[in-house]
Structure formats: C-alpha cells, structure tokens
C-alpha cells in the first residue's frame, strides 16, 4: 500500500509539474513550495556537487511554509533524482536555513 500512494505521489507532481508549468506565476505549489522557490534551492542540493553552496535568502524564504511530512513522501519517490536533486541535501535545508521545520525528522 505505502509504494503505491508513493507511485500516486510521484504521478501526481509529474503530471501536476507539467500541466501547470506556465501558471507557476500564479502560485503553484509542491508540498508548500512555489515551483520557483524550488528552482532557487536547487543549487544547494544538487547531486554530485562537493562542496555544496549554501542555500540562498530566496531559497530560505521559499521554505518557510514548506509541508515538511509532504516533502518527507518525496524525499525517495524517483522524481528527486530527475531534478538532479540529492534527497539527503535537500532534507537538510530547512537546518541550513534555521527554520522551525529544522525540527522535524522524516
């Protein structure tokens, strides 16, 4: 049961991602996060990059009200790796950041 609501997940950002990739000015949002909030903590949790920058005030401030048990359920979906996103960095961010969320353990 719990592999197939991570599939329904997974299917459901992807087809939401795509569908809506030109309203993302219109407030769009993955788990609390504005697609372009994600966009700019990207770098910050890129795979393969050693050492990691920082995550930027942008990023920070895109996380602020970030749904950490949604982003928990797609912390090992297959759609991190796509975005070239390392899943264990991205965790980390809301630490990095110093925000309330920092407390919260998937």
Do not use: R, W
């Not at 796509?82 to 969320?101: G, R, V």
Request: glycine share 4%; with cysteine; hydrophobic share 40%.
């Amino acid at each position: 049961m719990e592999s197939y609501t991570k599939l329904v997940i997974v299917a459901l950002v992807l087809v939401a991602t795509i569908v809506t990739e030109p309203m993302t000015t219109n407030g769009f949002s993955i788990c609390g996060v504005t697609t372009d909030g994600l966009k700019t903590c990207q770098p910050a949790v890129a795979k393969g990059v050693d050492p990691l920058p920082l995550p930027t005030p942008e990023c920070c401030a895109a996380l602020t009200k970030a749904d950490m048990p949604c982003l928990c359920k797609l912390k090992d979906s297959s759609l991190l790796p796509i975005y070239e996103i390392d899943p264990t960095h991205a965790m980390e961010l809301p630490a990095k950041c110093k925000l309330p969320q920092a407390t919260y353990h998937c």
